[in-house]
T-cell receptor
Framework: DQQVKQNSPSLSVQEGRISILNCDYT??????FLWYKKYPAEGPTFLIS?????DKNEDGRFTVFLNKSAKHLSLHIVPSQPGDSAVYFC??????????????FGQGTILTVHP | DAGVIQSPRHEVTEMGQEVTLRCKPI?????LFWYRQTMMRGLELLIY????????DSGMPEDRFSAKMPNASFSTLKIQPSEPRDSAVYFC???????????FGDGTRLSIL
């Protein structure tokens, strides 16, 4: 039972345009969400996070939107650059007890930004 | 600042052998996590420690897997005996606090023949 789902295995975007990566979750106890970027032969790198008390968080070219009622979050990259080409993972964690700090990851979306 | 350091980067061994993966977390981080990445199951949490104490090992696949954290700057993940289905990339991550963003090492690519 996959609690965090990234339904698009891949996304291709032109340089300068917006990239939108989507993520859905099923566990209503999740209250902290993160996006990671991963290059081949490297570990995932933290990009941006959002707490469930917010619906938007912005950091430079990266913005994460959270829709709690739909159990959906998205990552917007504007403008997209060729160096953004990587695998993007969505992750979620719940509050308290043994769930504290425990991340559940989606399967990842391969983003390719064409020059 | 040094990131999370994992060794070895690659390990190839025959089934039945003992395998030990090592991790040095970021200094000052008190939570440490071991993950396994496979094509079939993606990134899955195996075990995590807080202040050197195992908090949740429900992701450890079976008794052949064990993890220790003897001090704040070192952890090991051991597989004994190893099997071909253990082949995967194993990541270690650490965070300043359990619910802060986790920082990952570059992983150990393990191949069991």
């Amino acid at each position: 039972d996959q609690q965090v789902k990234q339904n698009s295995p891949s996304l291709s975007v032109q340089e300068g345009r917006i990239s939108i990566l989507n993520c859905d979750y099923t566990n209503s106890m999740f209250d902290y969400f993160l996006w990671y970027k991963k290059y081949p032969a490297e570990g995932p790198t933290f990009l941006i996070s959002i707490s469930s008390i917010k619906d938007k968080n912005e950091d430079g070219r990266f913005t994460v939107f959270l829709n709690k009622s739909a159990k959906h979050l998205s990552l917007h990259i504007v403008p997209s650059q060729p160096g953004d080409s990587a695998v993007y993972f969505c992750a979620a964690s719940g509050a308290g007890g043994t769930s504290y700090g425990k991340l559940t990851f989606g399967q990842g979306t391969i983003l390719t930004v064409h020059p | 600042d040094a990131g999370v350091i994992q060794s070895p980067r690659h390990e190839v061994t025959e089934m039945g052998q003992e395998v030990t993966l090592r991790c040095k977390p970021i200094s000052g981080h008190n939570s440490l996590f071991w993950y396994r990445q496979t094509m079939m199951r993606g990134l899955e949490l195996l075990i995590y420690f807080n202040n050197n104490v195992p908090i949740d090992d429900s992701g450890m696949p079976e008794d052949r897997f064990s993890a220790k954290m003897p001090n704040a700057s070192f952890s090991t993940l051991k597989i004994q005996p190893s099997e071909p289905r253990d082949s995967a990339v194993y990541f270690c991550a650490s965070s300043r606090d359990g619910n802060q963003p986790q920082h990952f090492g570059d992983g150990t690519r393990l191949s069991i023949l």
